[in-house]
């Protein structure tokens, strides 16, 4: 069986060629890379060129102009071969055995169509590292409404079948486009999880992630309950309560992360008038303090 895996990249040569070898290095050897540079300027074609040399299995597409991660994702996903399709982004690594891990879930039960992993969330700049552990398997259906369990796309395999079917990334996202491909997953397909943590996903403060920008999240987010209406019109009222509240603290992290503590408070107020509760409650008097110290607290609670 064999997975093909999608490295979307944008002028990141360095960290691209990290994670085509955290590829390479994988346990499981039945795989292909496809690498697609959505407009790079930098070295990356010279970095690529040189890694196909010593493996055949590297694919390498390149276009200019930018046109942004979805379409690069989606043209990867459209000159994939194998019977899985499996997401890396250009500045995250995976460890050896996450494929043959998720593998091997696959295999264990013909309903399952997806299966993503722990990961480690590093902190480059702060120095600070933490583990997330999946927190649900199964028929995610429903629960997936609430937030995005399943996390980043660089911690999934999905069965390429699948995706043909519910259909590919949505190009009309600027962010948020991991959750909404998730929700069509689970409408479809059962779940799957490896608690380990197999993938590193990096926050690199020295490179401009799509994280930095809150209002591509408020709009995602606006776009996306408008996009289910459907779903979340059946869903019960507690499902709508915690999906509201799941996307206020989304935006509440991002505004702190950015150091834009004045908007978190905006947010949490707002919550907390709808429904006080001690999570926002400690939230809030954390908007005081420097991120890095609501990051410490994190990993003591990881």
Known sequence: MKVSVIIPTHNRAKLVKKAVESVLNQTYKNLEIIV??????????FVINECKKSDQRIKYISYHPAKG??????????NAKGEFMAFLDDDDEWMPEKLELQIQEMKKNPKIGLVYTGVEIIYDKENIKYYSSPEKQGDLSEEILITNYIGTTSSVMIKGELIKEIGMFDESLKALQDYDLWIRTCQKTQVAAVAKPLVKYFNYTLNKQISDDINKYENAIEYIDNKYVDL???????????????MTMLIVNKALRNKNAKMA????????LQQPNLKDISMYLLSFFKYETILKLRTKKK
């Open 36 to 45: 697609v540079s959505d407009g790079s300027t930098d070295d990356t074609d």
């Open 69 to 78: 991660g979805n379409i690069a994702r989606n043209i990867g996903i459209k």
């Open 232 to 246: 979340y019109s059946i869903a019960s009222e507690e499902i709508r309560k915690q999906h509201q509240h799941s």
């Open 265 to 272: 408070r905006v947010y949490l107020r707002n919550s907390l």
